[in-house]
């Protein structure tokens, strides 16, 4: 295995979003091109309630799918097709808005601490006007691969022969989250399908890539040089492997909406106005 080079290590951008969620943007528009088929990933956290309380009212989307996986706290999520489910710790939800959903996301507890990622992921100009589709994915149903030294649980893609609930043909997602149980530090290499663009995201404890350490909340983009991800591990340490294979298409995008063209995302902007959306 040639492990990849570290491309870039990007500082998430402090941010707000819904009725005032205080978040950490981590992909950011600027890097929709270079790691298509992501278009953003913001980390939520805080243990001061008014930092998330007013949570994300009714709000619509189209064009591609949205993966929430809370590390903390609870989060109920209604929508416009008639979806409801509640999200607890550990577990995860993926939504396909396809030709349009408006759902809500809000908190469900007034203090303690809340965190968790949210992950959008494009989808090909042939399924943006899919049907909608929602799946909850509980904390005890989330696949993981398990040694005395890691804890991975895939959320998507394959680990070590532990296949994760989703998968999708056109983009081929992986996503993984890591823990290191070892009391000692530790090595971890694992191949990532060439031609993928990928990204690390460590969330606790020290991680290093080509003898860099990762700052917390920041976005390592690995560079398309090799077939594998090398890192040293601290114990105790947490962290996220983000891979997918890039669509090569157009991006186009106005608020909540992603299509592929300026005449789309007018389309979807009336949809919504007009009630027409979902």
């Given at each position: 295995?040639?492990?990849?080079?570290?491309?870039?290590?990007?500082?998430?951008?402090?941010?707000?979003?819904?009725?005032?969620v205080k978040?950490?943007?981590?992909?950011?528009?600027?890097w929709?091109?270079?790691?298509?088929?992501?278009?953003?990933?913001?980390f939520?956290?805080?243990?001061?309630?008014?930092?998330?309380?007013?949570?994300?009212?009714?709000?619509?989307?189209?064009?591609?799918?949205?993966?929430?996986?809370?590390?903390?706290?609870?989060m109920?999520?209604?929508?416009?097709?008639?979806?409801?489910?509640?999200?607890?710790?550990?577990?995860?939800?993926?939504?396909?808005a396809?030709?349009?959903?408006?759902?809500?996301?809000?908190?469900?507890?007034?203090?303690?601490?809340?965190?968790?990622?949210?992950l959008?992921?494009?989808?090909?100009?042939?399924?943006?006007?899919?049907?909608?589709?929602?799946?909850?994915?509980?904390?005890?149903?989330?696949?993981?691969?398990?040694?005395?030294?890691?804890?991975?649980?895939?959320?998507?893609?394959?680990?070590?022969?532990?296949q994760?609930?989703?998968?999708?043909?056109?983009?081929?997602?992986?996503?993984?989250?890591?823990?290191?149980?070892?009391?000692?530090?530790?090595?971890?290499?694992?191949?990532?399908?060439?031609?993928?663009?990928?990204?690390?995201?460590?969330y606790?404890g020290?991680?290093?890539?080509?003898g860099?350490?990762?700052?917390?909340?920041?976005?390592?983009?690995?560079?398309?040089?090799?077939?594998?991800?090398?890192?040293?591990?601290?114990?105790?340490?947490?962290?996220?492997?983000?891979?997918?294979?890039?669509?090569?298409?157009?991006?186009a995008?106005?608020?909540?909406?992603?299509?592929?063209?300026?005449?789309e995302?007018?389309?979807?902007?009336?949809?919504?106005?007009?009630?027409?959306?979902?």
């Open positions: 295995m040639k492990a990849r080079r570290l491309e870039a290590l990007v500082a998430g951008e402090k941010t707000s979003d819904g009725a005032g978040l950490t943007r981590l992909l950011t528009h600027h929709q091109q270079r790691l298509d088929p992501f278009l953003m990933l913001d939520f956290g805080s243990d001061k309630g008014q930092d998330y309380i007013g949570g994300f009212p009714n709000h619509p989307h189209r064009g591609f799918e949205t993966i929430t996986y809370m590390l903390a706290g609870r109920r999520h209604n929508d416009s097709v008639g979806n409801v489910g509640m999200l607890h710790p550990g577990a995860v939800q993926w939504m396909t396809g030709r349009g959903v408006i759902h809500s996301e809000m908190p469900e507890q007034e203090d303690g601490l809340m965190n968790g990622f949210q959008w992921l494009n989808l090909p100009s042939r399924d943006k006007m899919c049907e909608p589709w929602y799946l909850d994915i509980p904390n005890d149903a989330l696949p993981e691969w398990r040694s005395d030294a890691l804890c991975v649980r895939v959320i998507a893609g394959e680990f070590e022969g532990v994760g609930r989703v998968v999708r043909e056109a983009t081929q997602p992986i996503y993984w989250d890591v823990h290191c149980l070892s009391n000692q530090p530790l090595s971890f290499e694992r191949a990532l399908p060439v031609g993928h663009n990928a990204f690390v995201v460590v606790e020290e991680v290093q890539l080509d860099k350490r990762l700052p917390l909340h920041h976005m390592a983009v690995l560079a398309n040089d090799g077939d594998g991800v090398a890192l040293q591990l601290e114990p105790g340490c947490r962290f996220i492997v983000v891979a997918g294979r890039p669509l090569k298409e157009p991006i995008q106005y608020g909540p909406f992603v299509m592929n063209t300026r005449d995302l007018m389309q979807a902007v009336h949809d919504y106005q007009s009630g027409r959306l979902a």
